[in-house]
Each structure stands twice: as C-alpha cells, then as structure tokens.
C-alpha cells in the first residue's frame, strides 16, 4: 500500500470516526495484520480503548480476523475506507429508485454499520415524526419500504457472530423475517414488552450491489453522452437482461437475443421500437465498444463487454488528464502513440501536426511524468553503436492507471485537507452561525415576533456574513471537486478490476 493512500485512509477515519479508531488502524497500516497483544504493545492506549476501536472497525467492516496459530490476527481492508467516500451516492441513489423513507433507513445502516430492522423501522419512524403530517408514514408503509431494500439488495443480512466458529462463509443472505407489525407499533412508542419477531438478525449494506450500479450508470451516461438519451435507455435494459443470465462480474455477458431486447423494450421504452436496429448498429459500431455483435440467429444476438467498455473509458479519462495537465497538444500526441502503439519521434513530428520543437518537448514531459515509456530496438545486423538504435514511444496503460490512481488518492487527500482547515480556521464563526439558527428555531416555536427573530438575525454582523458565506461556497466547491475526483478513481478502479 502506497504511502499517500495509507494517508488518505488516516484522514477519512479520523474525521469519521475520531482519533482513538484512526490511531488504532494507524498500527495495522503500519505493521500489517497483527494480534491485540501485538497492538496493545505499539499503541499508547488503555486495552479497553484499543478493543472498542477494534469493535468499531470490525462493525464497519473496514477489519476483519481471522484464527490462526498465533490467536485472532486483525487485518485492514483499505477499498472499505474508500467507499466511505460514496455513501452520499447510495443514498442518492436509493432516494431515486426506493423513495425519501428508504434512503432514511439507509442512512441508519450507514451510520451504525448494522442494525436489525425493528431498530431501523423504529428509528426512522421517529426522524418523520418530525417531518409536517403529510410527510410522516406509518409502521406498515416503513416495513414495506424496508423489504423493497432487501428485495433490490441493498441490504444483507450481517454475517457476524459472537463466536468464530458460526460465522458462516456462504453467498449473501437476503431473505425477510417475519415482522409483527403490533410490536414494531408498539416500539414506536416506546413499549418493548413484545419482540419484534427479528431478534439478532441484524443487516448492513450491500456495497457490491452499489458498486455495481454505479459501474452501470456509468456505462449508461457514456452513451447518453456519446449519442442520445434513447440509446442510453437501450443500454439500461441490456444490462438489466445481462443479469438474467451472467454473473455480475463477468467480463462479457452470454448472448441477448434481439427478440428479448424487442420485447424488454416494448414493455418499457416502447418509442424506440421503430429505430431499435438503428441504435443497436450504432452503439455496436461506436469506438467505445460497449456491446457486441456475437450471431444472427433469431435475428441477431448481442453481447454487453464489460472488460472492454472500461478498457475504452480507462483511456477517455487518462486522454482528459493529460489535456487538463498539458494542454490540446499534449493530448493530440497522446491519442497519437495510443493509435500506433510504437512509434518513433519523427513520426510524431510529421503525423501530429505540431512544429518539431514543441512536439518533441511535449513528447519528453509526458515521458518525464510517466504517461510515455520508451522502448530501445536495436537495428539487425549492425554494430550496437548508439546511432544504431530506435527509440519508440508506447503507453504503458495498466502503469498509467495505477499512477493516476494514486494522483486522485493525493487529490482526495488534499481535498480533505483543505477542507478541514477551512473549518478549523473558521470554526469560531462557524459556530455562531449555528447558535444563532438554534436560537432562532427556538423562538419560532414558542412563538416569536418578527421584530425579536430580525434582533437575533442582527447578532451577526454583515462581515461575519461575508465571510460565512464565503466558508460555505469553499466547502461546497471542495465537496464538489470531492466527488468530481471519486468518479475519476471509481473508473479507474474498475479498469484495474476487470485488467488484473
């Protein structure tokens, strides 16, 4: 693990979960998988602080154990830190496909790490008891609404156990118990004589389901981009019939006949029935290579190409970097050795356009920053001489990759930096702000005058407010850029996924 990763990991832990949890992980960057004994010797913490953030870790899934002769070895799983970064997206995502309450008993689960699903009901029942009474839902549409999670897999059921030994190493459990409806009730209002019917079934997040959503909208998004709206409903319904009948993760999908996409599409975008080979035929030909034409039986059969799809947009985003870092140019001769995969330098001061000088130091900056490497071959037959030796340019991508993977890490790494020192510098007027809002929430429940709510407005003076506003519109930016960098790193990972 590089060392930039290893402080990013330190900086998401630390503003989630506090000191105490990031000093422990801390210890397992640093000397890998290790037993309490072993940590209890390195860490300057009490035993019982070193177990309660172990306890943490291990809730959240971000470590895990395993026995062995030496006793419980606690490891680290970094890719668990990162996703830290994408709850908001699953709970956008869920808000969209599940509804507002859903995407409440998400974030409970997020919160705790597991939970059962009385607990979450009963938890999110009571944030809507806050909300005007249209807003509010009832016991029964909230269990509802939490089935629809575990229908879409969203949630699992949690796989922990008290004892080693019963932690089962099956495939994902997604099965409902049987919710008593009275009892939920009667928790909600705070009597817990009755149990629930769920007792030590406790749920967590489903974060391969997410992970592979996200991989989807992204291929979804590319087409729309790429050619229409239609085109990307097209290619949401060929992964949907994907799923019928391939792995999740397989590289490319078993073939779909047209007569099913027809019919998959006349139930659910049924205006693009009359130009459906047309846009078949285009997203085919199209360079990003997404599907496949594989037979014409049954009137043709077509196959969704993961691996390749996230080989194309590996290379659209690396082509993006290097316009962003160098310029047009820079690119131009870029997508030039990518296209002749070795080439010499001559031949990129003839084909790309560009006067000899400047093309040769553009040429040599991407080699310095590692986006080039050269290739020696020697002449046949010829002394070994320098003149006598070619020097081509290629591209390394899996190297290019895992560079850049490590830059949006680094970028991550500041961006979260930054941002907690915007709000340690500020915190003074940071917290005014919020007791001002408290007070004035407070006044305008038990009643308060305009005249008395504009008085407390005025406790903030009007550069106080500049400067507020100011804070605000940085951490917004930052939050921005934030995710802007995520959807970088999450293709890239997916190019490594499917490359490895």
């Given at each position: 693990?590089?060392?930039i990763?290893?402080?990013?990991?330190?900086?998401?832990?630390?503003?989630?979960?506090?000191?105490?949890?990031?000093?422990t992980?801390?210890?397992l960057?640093?000397?890998?998988?290790?037993?309490?004994?072993q940590?209890?010797s390195?860490?300057k913490?009490?035993?019982?602080?070193?177990?309660e953030?172990?306890?943490?870790?291990i809730?959240?899934?971000?470590?895990?154990?395993?026995?062995?002769?030496?006793?419980?070895?606690?490891?680290?799983?970094?890719?668990?830190?990162?996703?830290?970064?994408?709850?908001p997206?699953?709970?956008?995502?869920v808000?969209?496909c599940?509804?507002?309450?859903?995407?409440?008993?998400?974030?409970?689960?997020?919160?705790?790490g597991y939970?059962?699903?009385?607990?979450?009901?009963?938890?999110?029942y009571k944030?809507?008891?806050?909300?005007?009474?249209?807003?509010?839902?009832?016991?029964?549409?909230?269990?509802?609404?939490?089935?629809?999670?575990?229908?879409?897999?969203f949630?699992?059921?949690?796989?922990?156990?008290?004892?080693?030994?019963?932690?089962?190493?099956?495939?994902p459990?997604f099965?409902?118990?049987?919710?008593?409806?009275?009892?939920?009730?009667?928790?909600?209002?705070?009597?817990?004589?009755?149990p629930a019917?769920?007792s030590?079934i406790?749920?967590?997040?489903?974060?391969?389901r997410?992970?592979q959503?996200?991989?989807?909208?992204?291929?979804?998004?590319?087409?729309?981009n790429?050619?229409?709206?239609?085109?990307?409903?097209?290619?949401?319904?060929?992964?949907?019939?994907m799923?019928?009948?391939?792995?999740?993760?397989?590289?490319?999908?078993?073939?779909?006949?047209?007569?099913?996409?027809?019919?998959?599409?006349?139930?659910?975008?049924?205006?693009?029935?009359?130009?459906?080979?047309?846009?078949?035929?285009?997203i085919?030909?199209?360079?990003?290579?997404?599907?496949?034409?594989?037979g014409?039986?049954?009137?043709?059969?077509?196959?969704?190409?993961?691996?390749?799809?996230?080989?194309?947009l590996?290379?659209?985003?690396?082509?993006?970097?290097?316009?962003?870092?160098?310029g047009?140019?820079?690119?131009r001769?870029?997508r030039?050795?990518?296209?002749?995969?070795?080439?010499?330098?001559?031949?990129?001061n003839?084909?790309?356009?560009?006067?000899?000088?400047?093309?040769?130091?553009?040429?040599?900056?991407?080699?310095?920053e590692?986006?080039?490497?050269?290739?020696?071959?020697?002449?046949?037959?010829?002394?070994?001489?320098p003149?006598?030796?070619?020097?081509?340019?290629?591209?390394d991508?899996?190297?290019?990759?895992?560079?850049?993977?490590?830059?949006?890490?680094?970028?991550?790494?500041?961006?979260?930096?930054?941002?907690?020192?915007?709000?340690?510098s500020n915190?003074?007027?940071?917290?005014?702000?919020?007791?001002?809002?408290?007070?004035?929430?407070?006044?305008?429940?038990?009643g308060?005058?305009?005249?008395?709510l504009?008085?407390i407005?005025?406790?903030?003076?009007p550069?106080?407010?500049?400067?507020i506003?100011?804070?605000?519109?940085?951490?917004?930016?930052l939050?921005?850029?934030e995710?802007?960098?995520?959807?970088?790193?999450?293709?890239?990972q997916?190019?490594?996924?499917?490359?490895?």
């Amino acid at each position: 693990m590089s060392l930039i990763l290893e402080k990013l990991c330190k900086s998401i832990l630390l503003e989630h979960f506090g000191p105490i949890v990031e000093q422990t992980a801390s210890d397992l960057f640093q000397h890998g998988p290790r037993t309490l004994g072993q940590m209890r010797s390195t860490i300057k913490l009490p035993i019982s602080k070193i177990k309660e953030s172990l306890c943490v870790l291990i809730k959240f899934g971000i470590v895990f154990y395993e026995q062995t002769e030496r006793g419980l070895i606690y490891n680290l799983d970094t890719d668990k830190i990162i996703t830290i970064l994408r709850y908001p997206r699953y709970m956008y995502f869920v808000e969209n496909c599940c509804g507002n309450e859903a995407e409440m008993m998400l974030e409970e689960v997020l919160k705790n790490g597991y939970d059962t699903a009385s607990q979450i009901i009963v938890k999110t029942y009571k944030k809507l008891e806050q909300f005007p009474p249209e807003r509010r839902s009832s016991v029964p549409v909230l269990k509802d609404k939490f089935e629809l999670l575990v229908k879409n897999q969203f949630l699992m059921r949690s796989l922990c156990s008290d004892i080693l030994s019963d932690v089962p190493t099956d495939k994902p459990d997604f099965s409902m118990p049987s919710l008593n409806i009275k009892a939920l009730t009667r928790l909600t209002q705070g009597n817990e004589t009755e149990p629930a019917g769920d007792s030590n079934i406790y749920w967590k997040v489903n974060i391969d389901r997410f992970t592979q959503d996200l991989r989807d909208q992204i291929l979804v998004k590319s087409i729309m981009n790429r050619i229409d709206d239609s085109a990307g409903e097209l290619m949401r319904q060929l992964l949907y019939l994907m799923y019928l009948r391939t792995a999740s993760w397989a590289d490319t999908s078993i073939p779909i006949p047209v007569t099913e996409i027809k019919d998959a599409m006349k139930k659910n975008f049924p205006s693009i029935l009359p130009h459906l080979d047309q846009y078949l035929r285009i997203i085919e030909e199209d360079s990003s290579q997404f599907i496949q034409r594989v037979g014409d039986s049954g009137g043709g059969q077509y196959s969704v190409n993961m691996k390749e799809a996230f080989h194309q947009l590996a290379w659209a985003v690396l082509e993006n970097v290097v316009m962003e870092r160098f310029g047009s140019k820079a690119a131009r001769i870029f997508r030039l050795i990518r296209s002749h995969k070795y080439i010499e330098q001559e031949k990129i001061n003839q084909i790309a356009m560009i006067p000899a000088k400047e093309a040769k130091i553009l040429t040599f900056k991407l080699l310095e920053e590692n986006f080039l490497q050269i290739h020696e071959l020697k002449k046949a037959g010829v002394s070994t001489a320098p003149t006598k030796i070619f020097f081509l340019f290629h591209i390394d991508l899996n190297q290019v990759v895992r560079m850049t993977i490590e830059h949006c890490y680094h970028a991550l790494y500041n961006v979260i930096q930054r941002r907690e020192h915007e709000m340690t510098s500020n915190k003074r007027i940071i917290d005014k702000e919020l007791r001002i809002k408290t007070l004035t929430a407070n006044l305008k429940e038990h009643g308060a005058t305009e005249e008395q709510l504009a008085e407390i407005a005025e406790m903030m003076t009007p550069s106080e407010r500049l400067q507020i506003e100011r804070v605000h519109e940085v951490i917004k930016k930052l939050g921005t850029n934030e995710f802007c960098i995520d959807d970088t790193l999450f293709v890239l990972q997916m190019y490594i996924r499917y490359h490895r």
